[in-house]
């Protein structure tokens, strides 16, 4: 990683010059060498590479205010900023065609070069989608896989909570600056997996949540994987933009089917019609990828409560009903239904009825 400031102002500068550009920064990097050789070559050399405005926009004096934020930021534990030249640089992102210049990591930088699988999906997911997000994920976490996702709302959040259960862990890239929790209602998650795995960003410090930063931060996601899940999709999804980066870059894509009546199924069965593998379990994706097995867990599978699931059936029940039918508390009630949620045997509903899924 960087380590004097002086390194740091100059890719600063490189990365984040207006109309500079990642393909045309690489340019000069391949002609003239680090930036800090960029910054001191003849202005003739610069315009023979780049139009005249960004020539003088890259060697105007840089942000000040940046570069002390991104210093003070540096000297935090657990930050660092990876370059293009650094070894440390995820490999599987140099295959892409625009790699970022930059990377600005929090947490477990050595993620970002393990194998990986993104899983992604609708921001407004149902409970389940959520609950395949969070099992998927946790299984490919349990298996060693590392799993990319964008900490948005609905299977991003689910996705990344299940990972961390595992010894595989998570990535979250986002489009905001590392230093920004976007959205705010997930700043417990953008801690826990600072702690227990890694954010990353290619913005700089501070940039807030412009929508054209998304779409963009997307190739990150799929570059870093070796394939790409999509849970829940609708027809006009993000998640349809990241796997399309995904089969663009040669990453494998696999998609959830679902029920053909629900518009967040759309964008997976297009997937699936598109040549995406349709999987229904983790393992699904592992035989795919070959080489990775689940480990065998030493502790004995909780039992669910089937006289609970009996009582429930396949017909909408509130849970006042069901103590009184089965005789609980509410305590033990929430208890059972919670196991049997986390199962995937039932579904909350809208007004907190629950009902039999299979």
């Not at 840089?62 to 995820?90: I, S, V």
């Not at 909570?161 to 929790?181: H, Y």
């Not at 997996?193 to 290619?202: D, P």
């Not at 870059?249 to 679902?258: E, H, N, S, Y």
């Amino acid at each position: 990683m960087l380590a004097t400031p002086a390194e740091v102002a100059a890719w600063l500068r490189l990365a984040h010059t207006p109309g500079l550009g990642r393909r045309l920064a690489r340019a000069l990097l391949d002609a003239l060498g680090p930036p800090e050789q960029i910054l001191a070559a003849p202005p003739s050399a610069l315009r023979a590479l780049a139009p005249q405005n960004v020539v003088d926009l890259l060697l105007a004096p840089g942000d000040a205010a940046l570069l002390a934020r991104t210093l003070a930021w540096l000297d935090e534990p657990g930050n660092g900023l990876l370059t293009l030249a650094d070894p440390e640089y995820p490999p599987q992102l140099l295959e892409i065609p625009d790699p970022p210049l930059l990377l600005y990591v929090k947490g477990q930088c050595a993620l970002l070069s393990q194998p990986a699988i993104a899983v992604v999906g609708s921001r407004n997911a149902t409970v389940q989608g959520v609950l395949n997000a969070e099992r998927f994920s946790m299984a490919l976490s349990q298996a060693g896989l590392c799993v990319i996702s964008g900490m948005a709302l609905g299977i991003d959040t689910a996705a990344h909570r299940g990972a961390l259960r595992g010894p595989g862990a998570t990535v979250a890239v986002i489009g905001t600056g590392a230093d920004v929790v976007y959205p705010a209602r997930n700043h417990a998650l953008a801690h826990d997996i600072a702690t227990g795995g890694c954010l990353v960003s290619e913005y700089p410090l501070g940039m807030p949540g412009i929508t054209s930063n998304f779409p963009q931060r997307n190739r990150i996601i799929s570059g870093l994987s070796r394939g790409v899940l999509v849970v829940e999709a609708a027809a006009q999804s993000g998640s349809l933009i990241t796997a399309r980066l995904a089969g663009e870059q040669g990453r494998d894509v696999f998609a959830v089917p679902g029920s053909i009546h629900s518009p967040l199924t759309k964008g997976c069965h297009l997937l699936i019609r598109q040549g995406a593998k349709l999987v229904e379990s983790a393992a699904d994706i592992l035989d795919e990828l070959g080489g990775y097995t689940q480990p065998r867990t030493t502790r004995a599978a909780k039992t669910p409560p089937t006289e609970l699931l009996r009582q429930i059936g396949f017909d909408p029940i509130d849970a006042d009903a069901l103590a009184l039918r089965c005789a609980l508390d509410r305590a033990e009630l929430g208890t059972q239904l919670l196991t049997l949620e986390m199962e995937g045997l039932i579904e909350r509903l809208p007004g907190g009825a629950y009902q039999r899924i299979v």
